[in-house]
């Protein structure tokens, strides 16, 4: 089956750096996207990796490692406007889009 | 400016009232998809329409039916909502199904199953 894990709920502190995991099983792989959701809100597209290694975008990266199976979203400089859901996605082989459930990111000041 | 739009943003129906929920793009891209989600959970996708060409998930209950007149819009039927088709309905567009055709959403439709 096809599965994607990352943490259900991470809690941060305005101004800090929080590292948001995602590990995956999919069939075949054709790039990972990472969404942001605010409550009651469509989510919004942050970045999308397809090659290992860090893409840098503002206060947020992605990284990727394909052999792994793992992915992770860094938040820099944490805002309080930061706090979502944030949703992690594969592209499999069929290129369906499959989710995770999301890790709601709480930020306190 | 473009974007995908939905109406409308909040719905209330009775069980087994049909509903239909609307979506449109100004993006001209040609794939829309439809999910369901509900909270706490991931998006799920109940189908897609690449162009014309209709594919529906084979989990997707047949309570659900979709319509893509034109390019611009898509429609979802429920046929007869149930207490569990509460959800947030989201409508998206990619330009195609290629790895680097990122999926754009509207804001939504809440549904209300009373």
Known sequence: GQNIDQPTEM????GAIVQINCTYQTSGFNGLFWYQQHAGEAPTFLSYNVLDGLEEKGRFSSFLSRSKGYSYLLLKELQMKDSASYLCAVLDSNYQLIWGAGTKLIIKP | DAMVIQNPRYQVTQFGKPVTLSCSQTLNHNVMYWYQQKSSQAPKLLFHYYDKDFNNEADTPDNFQSRRPNTSFCFLDIRSPGLGD???????TSSGTESTDTQYFGPGTRLTVL
């Open chain 2, 86 to 92: 509460a959800a947030m309905y989201l409508c998206a």
């Open chain 1, 11 to 14: 809690t941060a502190t305005e």
